[in-house]
């Protein structure tokens, strides 16, 4: 059975098209942190350090003080709200919500803009763009995993079929080598760009800013995940539905392929049922996406997910992706032996 599994595997790396798709893949996400400037994160992190802590009402007193623009800057900014200007995330985070198109406080508190919620200031502007590198990565190995699974089956209909299923243990161990090797390849593919991506984020952030809230951000990320949890927090639940949107993936395209005889028909059914999801006008806030957003996409396309309603306040209904997935995965693998085993050879 190690033998089977091994001899899958490698047939599946050794296709042209996986070895492509991986390069592409490290450029793309190499391309993220090199687009990052390192002068920039030292001053972010540094103009960060000053005001950690809970935000209160002093503390933004303080930081409209220290952002005040001078009368020269207004003019030069001609009449842009200074909410735009974005000369740091800090400044852009407090004048977003708590300035007039001056500068000046536009009379809110801390819970009038967060109500009851805690927010802990600190350097969270490296782990939001990380988080954009990671939906990018995500979607690349989300693709990538269709480009390894639809030829798992549909690849043998050209005449190897007929060796598989009439050999001893086609039905079983073949099979069952077919689909372990379906799911280890992507899941080992994306595994390894996740653990890079953490040690290079790492040696360029450290630790510093894991613990702020994503909700007091720049305007960019203004409404990024509307919902107080943590930079880490936030990280742990995009890894985890970057791993559950490949596996629902493959559980999807493994009957696919089972299903279609050519491995091109197969690769672009896949493909489709991945993206024409994005195509619907459903919004977060409507019942139809708590069914719609346990779809593949929108596990790695994350901040849509995440940005539904908590469970009872606590949980968020992101967790239902993980189910969904596993779900996804059986369903998979016994639609793809049955429609694969039961096919008549000659």
């Known amino acids: 059975m190690r033998q089977l599994l091994k001899f899958e595997l490698k047939k599946i790396f050794s296709r042209r098209l996986v070895l492509v798709g991986i390069l592409l893949l490290v450029c793309v996400n190499v391309s993220g942190f090199l687009s990052l400037n390192m002068a920039d994160i030292k001053y972010e992190q540094e103009l960060a350090g000053k005001y950690e802590g809970v935000l209160d009402d002093a503390k933004v007193q303080q930081m409209l003080i220290d952002f005040k623009p001078t009368k020269e800057q207004l003019q030069m900014w001609g009449g842009l709200s200074v909410a735009y200007v974005g000369t740091s995330f800090m400044q852009s985070a407090v004048h977003s919500r708590f300035a007039r198109d001056d500068g000046s406080w536009n009379g809110k508190t801390v819970a009038d803009v967060f109500g009851d919620e805690k927010i802990q200031v600190g350097y969270n502007e490296g782990w939001l763009n990380l988080s954009r590198i990671l939906v990018r990565m995500a979607l690349g190995l989300a693709l990538l995993s269709i480009v390894m699974t639809a030829p798992v089956f549909a690849g043998e209909y050209e005449g190897v079929d007929n060796i598989i299923l009439t ?79 490949v596996i629902m993936t493959v559980g999807i395209t493994l009957a696919v392929s089972a299903i279609c005889r050519s491995q091109l028909t197969a690769l672009i059914i896949s493909a ?39 469970i009872s306040g606590k949980l968020l209904f992101a967790v239902w992706a993980f189910p969904a997935a596993a779900a996804a995965a059986i369903a998979g693998c016994l639609l793809g032996k049955r429609f694969f085993a039961s096919h008549e050879v000659s």
């Open 167 to 245: 050999s001893r243990f086609g039905r079983s161990k073949c099979i069952l080598a077919k689909t372990g090797a379906a799911f280890a390849a992507p899941l080992l593919t994306a595994a390894v760009f996740a653990a890079g991506n953490l040690v290079a984020a790492l040696a360029v952030f450290g630790t510093e800013g894991l613990d702020a809230s994503v909700l007091f951000s720049s305007l960019s990320y203004n409404n990024y995940i509307p919902l107080n949890i943590s930079c880490g927090t936030m990280l742990l639940y995009q890894a985890g539905l970057i791993f559950s949107g």
């Open 272 to 310: 489709l049922v991945f993206i024409l999801p994005m195509l619907f006008s459903v919004m977060e806030k409507e019942p139809l996406f708590k069914l719609i957003g346990l779809l593949p996409v929108y596990h790695v396309q994350f901040s849509s997910l995440m940005s539904v309603a908590q």
